[in-house]
């Protein structure tokens, strides 16, 4: 289940929780870099699993009338199994009912491929450093109909 929060939400502290195990502990970003200040202008995402625990999470903020996917992430315990696609196909969601006519992301150069399969063009020519880890620039347009 996807639950959508602000981050007035209390549910905006499992989507942290979530980001803290993925982003600051397992790939050692530091968390003044994770937690920053566009917090308040997104829209956080929270997957729980079937005992309600957190197990997901990602956001979702309006950039220069675009969408743009940020922070997404699963637990290590819970990948492989479908649910950063569930978080992706949400934001997506949202993203259509606001109108927004693309999405954007920088992904993590060992995610490009799933990104990928999702419809997601690279667009960025090189990769480039975000908090010392390679990313790419990538982009979907949307079709509202869909």
Known sequence: MIKKYTSDDQGYK?????RRDVFVREQQIDESEEIDE????????VLYDENSKPVGASRLREV??????????V????????????LMRAMEQ???????PSLILYAQIQAEDFYKKLGYETTS?????DANIPHVAM?????SSQ
């Not at 949202?94 to 927004?100: E, V």
């Not at 982009?139 to 079709?143: C, G, Q, S």
């Open 14 to 18: 499992d989507a942290l929780e979530v």
């Open 38 to 45: 566009f917090e308040d202008s997104a829209t956080h995402y």
């Open 64 to 73: 220069k009338g675009e969408g743009k996917v940020e922070r997404v992430c």
């Open 75 to 86: 637990l290590s315990s819970h990948r492989k199994k479908g649910l950063g696609e569930e």
């Open 94 to 100: 949202t993203a259509k009912d606001q109108s927004f």
């Open 125 to 129: 020519p090189e990769p480039f450093l």
């Open 139 to 143: 982009k979907k347009v949307l079709n």
